[in-house]
């Protein structure tokens, strides 16, 4: 699970630099696994979708739109890239 993955490298960081992680934007999974309690009680911060926040912060444009709530994210990327 992503969350075997991410949790040791949170916990690396805050002990590292003793400085809490405020937030994580997982990009690439859609809405599945943000919806798992068990992501933000053992990371103990905002764990959203950076597609949505890229979204909502009207980052992605409008022809990407459809895309993004198919959560299409790695299309919406090659679109990006392409410019």
Known sequence: MLLEEIFPMATYYQDTWREAIQSVRVA???TRSLSCPATRGRIHCDVRSLLHSAVSD???KEDARPLAEQDLEGLIG???QRG
Do not use: H, K, Q, S
């Open 28 to 30: 690439g999974l859609g």
């Open 78 to 80: 090659w679109m990006l």
């Open 58 to 60: 009207g980052r992605i």
